[in-house]
């Protein structure tokens, strides 16, 4: 009873996680107003009862893409090395290059997914906009503390603002996303990541910058 139990619930929980993943690829390629029930269950071979039984709603679905695939991406990928680094200049440069070598046809063409739904969904919608923002909090604060730490540490000049400065480099990061995808121009994203990256290294204390 336990084991059929478990392969149950188990089935269940990959008929839920086929059903968000295709979601959100929906989502990222047509943005979420114009995403597809029929086409995710098409992706999925899931039915529709199987869906809703999962999901009340497509709005319902959505919120489950952004907490789900979406946080835990930013998570994984960007906040989790900023608490282990041993320099957050470092480690950010490194993770620029690695999701343009891991990504960088596909953000080009689409964007960043957490940008194309802020920037469709938050005029319209608080729950989308909650949700997304929180995201961005939780991004902006593991970059503050980082540089705060890396600040005691005599990595990280003392005169700037963690706070400040986590905004900055941010939009800065987002808005070299949403321009390279606007020319649909790698050059235009190499171009202004290099500006990100030459900004970043002015951050570090002198003795940094001449080693």
Same mark, same amino acid.
């Given at each position: 009873?336990?084991?059929?139990?478990?392969?149950?619930?188990?089935?269940?929980?990959?008929?839920?996680?086929?059903?968000?993943?295709?979601?959100?690829?929906?989502?990222?390629?047509?943005?979420?107003?114009?995403?597809?029930?029929?086409?995710?269950?098409?992706?999925?071979?899931?039915?529709?009862?199987?869906?809703?039984?999962?999901?009340? &709603?497509?709005?319902?679905? =959505?919120?489950?893409?952004?907490? #789900?695939? *979406?946080?835990? !991406?930013?998570? %994984?990928?960007?906040?989790?090395?900023?608490?282990?680094?041993?320099?957050?200049?470092?480690?950010?440069?490194?993770?620029?290059?690695?999701?343009?070598?891991?990504?960088?046809?596909?953000?080009?063409?689409?964007?960043?997914?957490?940008?194309?739904?802020?920037?469709?969904? &938050?005029?319209?919608?608080? =729950?989308?906009?909650?949700?997304? #923002?929180? *995201?961005?909090? !939780?991004?902006? %604060?593991?970059?503050?503390?980082?540089?705060?730490?890396?600040?005691?540490?005599?990595?990280?000049?003392?005169?700037?603002?963690?706070?400040?400065?986590?905004?900055?480099?941010?939009?800065?990061?987002?808005?070299?996303?949403?321009?390279?995808?606007?020319?649909?121009?790698?050059?235009?994203?190499?171009?202004?990541?290099?500006?990100?990256?030459?900004?970043?290294?002015?951050?570090?204390? %002198?003795?940094?910058?001449?080693?």
């Amino acid at each position: 009873m336990f084991h059929r139990s478990g392969g149950a619930d188990s089935n269940l929980e990959q008929t839920r996680q086929r059903l968000l993943e295709a979601a959100f690829n929906e989502i990222y390629k047509y943005g979420f107003q114009a995403a597809s029930l029929s086409r995710i269950l098409r992706h999925t071979g899931v039915t529709k009862g199987a869906l809703y039984h999962h999901f009340s &709603s497509k709005t319902e679905l =959505g919120y489950a893409v952004v907490e #789900e695939i *979406i946080a835990t !991406s930013i998570e %994984e990928f960007w906040v989790k090395p900023l608490h282990q680094s041993g320099n957050p200049i470092d480690t950010f440069i490194e993770q620029m290059y690695k999701v343009v070598e891991e990504t960088g046809e596909e953000m080009l063409r689409l964007g960043c997914p957490l940008n194309n739904l802020a920037q469709e969904m &938050s005029p319209i919608d608080d =729950g989308f906009r909650e949700r997304l #923002e929180q *995201i961005y909090i !939780s991004w902006r %604060e593991a970059i503050a503390t980082a540089l705060t730490v890396a600040q005691e540490r005599g990595q990280v000049r003392r005169d700037i603002d963690p706070g400040q400065t986590s905004i900055f480099v941010l939009a800065a990061l987002e808005g070299c996303v949403g321009s390279a995808k606007a020319a649909q121009s790698m050059d235009m994203l190499y171009a202004c990541g290099n500006g990100l990256i030459h900004y970043l290294n002015g951050l570090r204390v %002198e003795q940094e910058n001449r080693s």
